[in-house]
C-alpha cells in the first residue's frame, strides 16, 4: 500500500517534540503557526546571521576593530550591541589562506546566538557533532566546500561557557564596497567554517 505523506518517524527526536507541542497549542488556540513562522524566520535569517555578518564586514574594513576582535571578541562584539543569550563569552578566529576554522559543539549545540541567530537543525545533529572532528575535510565536502589539500583544517568545540565565531576571508574584488554590502556577502554558515563568503556578483 503506496502513500505519499509525511511521517513524524522521520523527524529527529527533538524536531517531533517540537512539532507535536507546536500541533496541541494551535489546536486549543493557543498560538498561530503563522506568528511561529515569522519568530522563527527572523531570528534564523534576519536578527542573528545579520549580526554576525556585521561584525565580520567590520573586521574586513577596520583593521583596529579586528585587532580588537581577535584579542577580546566578547567586548568587540558587545561594542556593536550584539549581546545576550549564549553569546556572553566569545572568540573569533580568523580564517587565511594557511588554515580554515570550524565551529562545531560535541557535547550539545551551544551556539552564538546573539551574532547567528537560531542553530541550524544540522549543527544539533550526532552525525554531525561526531564526524565535523573526526573527519572535518569530509564533512565539508558534504556542504560542498572542497579546500586546497594543503590547507590545515581546525575545529573549535563549543562550550557552555565559550563559544566561536568564525571570520572568513574577505573576496577579492570588494574594495571600496561599504560595510552593508560586504555584511551581504557574509553567510551564516561562512561564521560557522562550514562555508566561505560569497563571491561579489
Known sequence: MSHDHDHD????????????????????GLVDPAAID???????TRIGPRNGARVVAKAWVDPEFA????????????SL??????????????????????????LCSCYPWSV??????????????SRAVIDPRGVLEEFGLRLPADRKIRV?????????LVV???????????????ADLVTRDAMIGTGLAKEPA
Request: contains cysteine; aromatic residues 10%.
Open 168 to 182: 572568513p576571508m574577505r573576496p577579492q574584488g570588494t574594495e571600496g564596497w561599504s560595510d552593508d554590502q560586504l
Open 156 to 164: 573549535w568545540d563549543s562550550t557552555a561557557e565559550l563559544r566561536y
Open 67 to 78: 585587532a580588537w576582535l581577535k584579542r577580546d571578541a566578547t567586548d568587540a562584539i558587545g
Open 38 to 44: 515569522v519568530i522563527v524566520d527572523t531570528y534564523e
Open 116 to 129: 547567528l541567530g537560531l542553530p541550524p537543525v544540522w549543527y544539533k545533529a550526532p552525525p554531525y557533532r
Open 9 to 28: 518517524n522521520e523527524l529527529d527526536p527533538f524536531a517531533a517534540r517540537v512539532r507535536a507541542l507546536e500541533t496541541i497549542l494551535t489546536r486549543k
Open 81 to 106: 550591541g550584539y549581546t545576550g543569550r549564549q553569546g556572553e563569552h566569545m572568540q573569533a578566529v580568523f580564517n587565511s589562506e594557511h588554515t580554515h576554522n570550524m565551529v562545531v559543539c560535541t
